[in-house]
């Protein structure tokens, strides 16, 4: 089974096909940083007007690169939430749209648990039962993974996720967007001066809030801030502060499930300071850490025709209505069972 995958969520168009035998035949990711830059932040319309033009090129690309035809797609699946609405729609109309042309099925899948399950797609994936945080621009999450769909949600962001505080962060500190990469960058020429707040690890639960660790680092900022080497302090001292609570939340999980096996994903994944912490924690606790390979962090189309292939090939598909859901809770998925 050949399944086409495509990725509109927000400010990257993804587009991939994924074999159930042979993996991943290819994938093309276009991205819209450069574009939004000007605004300092993700544009909505244009976000939606970008994914029009690229998408179809991007799929054509992707057939011809894969020396494929639309005769050998067997079904398509694409990103229906959670997102920008007006995102959403382009690739769902798109998709849907082909399936119905193509005589396939079609699948609409959660973006969230397509970077769940992004591991999969290592030549050494991860064995269920497993830990999984996933840390993106918009959510913060700690999930237990029995198998696809069956996920225990342990605890959550109470306002702002790990992405989104880092990147109001950075644009604290005059960085311009992207924010999170940048600031990453400025921490590691910082010193460690600062101790900021490590919110909610004082108390027991898993989950998170970086709102009151964004005040504490605007305050800083209007204190202290005075030269770039300041600046570069204050990074690191957040950059560490939210590495570490990561840290201890994910230490909790793996003792309160009594795993093993630690998966992380999401855009932020591939922080390298939170991913060198993770891992001498997982370390220190007899735990393995899986994460994916740098480009299937942040949304890619790859993710989403494996997560939405496995849904096909247990039988599950859409009717003909154009489904988006920019609000999608993860518990809501149902539990695939292959027979």
Not at 9 to 33: F, N, P, R
Not at 294 to 313: H, K, P, S, V, W
């Amino acid at each position: 089974m050949y399944v086409l995958g495509i990725e509109t969520s927000c400010d990257e168009t993804g587009v991939a096909i994924y074999h159930a035998h042979k993996g991943l035949v290819h994938h093309l990711l276009y991205s819209q940083v450069e574009m939004h830059s000007a605004y300092g932040g993700v544009v909505p319309e244009l976000a939606s007007r970008d994914h029009i033009r690229k998408l179809t090129p991007l799929i054509k690309q992707c057939l011809a690169e894969s020396a494929l035809t639309a005769q050998d797609i067997d079904g398509v699946a694409y990103t229906a939430g959670p997102g920008l609405m007006g995102a959403l729609l382009v690739g769902a109309c798109t998709a849907r749209s082909l399936a119905w042309a193509w005589g396939v099925p079609a699948l609409a899948t959660h973006h969230m648990e397509g970077h769940l399950l992004a591991p999969m797609l290592e030549d050494n994936p991860p064995k269920y039962p497993f830990v999984a945080l996933l840390i993106s621009g918009g959510h913060t999450l700690l999930v237990k993974v029995e198998g696809i769909g069956r996920y225990q949600l342990l605890g959550e962001s109470l306002d702002d996720a790990a992405g989104e505080a880092f990147d109001k962060t950075a644009k604290m500190l005059g960085l311009g967007y992207p924010g999170g990469p940048r600031l990453s960058q400025l921490a590691q020429q910082g010193r460690p001066r600062f101790r900021f707040p490590r919110p909610m690890t004082d108390r027991p639960g898993l989950d998170f809030s970086f709102s009151g660790l964004k005040t504490f680092t605007m305050n800083t900022l209007n204190t202290t801030a005075k030269t770039e080497q300041d600046k570069a302090d204050v990074a690191y001292a957040f950059q560490q502060a939210v590495a570490e609570t990561l840290v201890i939340k994910c230490r909790r999980a793996l003792q309160q499930t009594g795993l093993t096996t630690l998966v992380i994903a999401g855009g932020v994944s591939a922080n390298q300071e939170i991913r060198r912490q993770l891992q001498a924690m997982a370390e220190k606790e007899g735990a393995v850490l899986n994460f994916p390979r740098l480009e299937f962090c942040t949304d890619n189309g790859a993710m989403i025709a494996y997560a939405g292939c496995q849904r096909l090939l247990a039988g599950q598909h859409e009717d003909l209505q154009i489904f988006a859901k920019p609000r999608w809770p993860i518990s809501e998925l149902t539990s695939v069972h292959r027979g």
